[in-house]
């Protein structure tokens, strides 16, 4: 797979790291290392690192867990912190071939039935009781990023990036992350085309990195050198200064964490920061937040929508949003959606099915296909069943 624009000898080295490590971000993270190497690739809480060293580190945290905890012997890995522990347990964990299953830390307890007992759970404050697998705290994964991992030998399996997720009617599942694999890729690079994401770019996240956009978004800065800083759950006070500081030329959100951002700078008066790209990614997209946000910035915003089972699977571009401001556009290479109960791809609203790189998904979204352009409406009212 080539991204547009791609040089010929950044595309060997893709296919050089997917030969060796699959189609997985182990193979991004190596790849990073080695065209990007010294170029900042990483924020986090403070904390940065090159592509180079964020390999290295992985790499080290990677050969401490196979000896220690992992006691040599394969079994999944569950990641439930924040900070830069995150992004270096998934691609050690990775790294392994191991599965993983990144979750927040304020959602582990909802998310119980899901953890497999034998897991090895990388954890904040203390393990829950309930947990029998073995632990390891965030703090430690952060002190064997130091540690020398270059011995480490090729992982026999490949790696899959596990998310649980809660449907309207509490029913929990697990699912593949859309993020990796062949046609996972496939949509990274669509993802790319739209967004026009180069390696001079910083972008600033306001999702959390174990989700579905952070870990598109960790992908997309693997692949083409730009610098991805993280600001979950920062008031937007704080997000306006790291952009400022930062100099942020991207900056996904959700539509009420640019809200925020909007309010704020009302009630400052302060003049708004350079942005080249918004990328709006949730399903209630508003039209008048898009015109507020063309107000500000000019026609630079996308809005994206897809599920944790799917990936990205639509996104709608700036000259797509100037004149129909609801949609979230039209379809990615690799994925599909169309309405329950119609056949082809004509105009029609309903219930929204989704297709992307691993599952083909009947969602709980309302959702009108109007000329090939995708518009959610609301979630689905849940029927009554009592009788």
């Known amino acids: 797979m080539r991204l547009r624009g791609m040089p010929p000898t950044h595309a060997r ?22 065209v990007h190497g010294d170029r900042l690739g990483l924020v986090v809480d403070g904390w940065s690192v090159t592509f180079r060293e964020l390999w290295r580190a992985a790499q080290g945290v990677a050969a401490v867990l196979y000896l220690d905890p992992l006691d040599r012997t394969p079994r999944p890995v569950v990641i439930a912190c924040g900070g830069p522990a995150m992004p270096l347990a998934l691609i050690a964990v990775a790294r392994l071939g191991l599965d993983v299953m990144p979750v927040s830390r304020g959602s582990l307890e909802e998310f119980r039935r899901a953890v497999p007992q034998e897991a090895l759970l990388i954890h904040d404050g203390e393990p829950p009781a309930w947990h029998r697998g073995p632990t390891v705290r965030a703090e430690q994964i952060v002190e064997w990023s130091s540690s020398d991992g270059s011995g480490l030998a090729r992982a026999r399996r490949r790696a899959r990036i596990v998310l649980p997720d809660r449907s309207l009617a509490g029913t929990i599942t697990t699912h593949v992350q859309g993020a990796m694999g062949v046609q996972g890729l496939r949509q990274l690079a669509g993802l790319h085309d739209r967004l026009g994401l180069e390696g001079t770019d910083v972008i600033l996240t306001c999702a959390p990195l174990h989700r579905g956009k952070g870990l598109q978004l960790l992908g997309m800065a693997l692949l083409t050198g730009a610098t991805l800083a993280n600001a979950a759950h920062t008031p937007a006070a704080d997000r306006i200064r790291i952009i400022r500081e930062r100099f942020v030329s991207v900056l996904s959100a959700s539509p009420s964490q640019l809200s925020g951002i909007l309010d704020e700078l009302e009630r400052t008066g302060e003049q708004p920061p350079r942005l080249r790209r918004i990328l709006v990614a949730g399903q209630d997209l508003d039209a008048d937040l898009v015109r507020r946000l063309h107000t500000v910035w000019g026609p630079i915003v996308l809005s994206a929508y897809g599920s944790v089972q799917t990936g990205t699977v639509a996104v709608a571009t700036p000259e797509v949003l100037t004149s129909h401001p609801g949609t979230v556009g039209r379809r990615l290479p690799g994925a599909d959606f169309g309405i ?8 029609a609203s309903g219930l929204l099915w989704v297709r992307g790189a691993h599952a083909t998904v009947i969602t709980e979204d309302r959702a009108r296909i109007e000329d090939g352009m995708l518009t959610i409406d609301g979630p689905m009212t849940q029927p009554d069943t009592s009788d």
Do not use: K, M, Q, Y
């Open 13 to 34: 080295s893709l296919w050089h790291s997917v030969r060796t490590h699959g189609f997985t971000v182990t193979a991004l993270a190596s790849h990073a290392a080695r």
């Open 340 to 347: 329950v109960g119609h056949a082809g791809r004509g105009d």
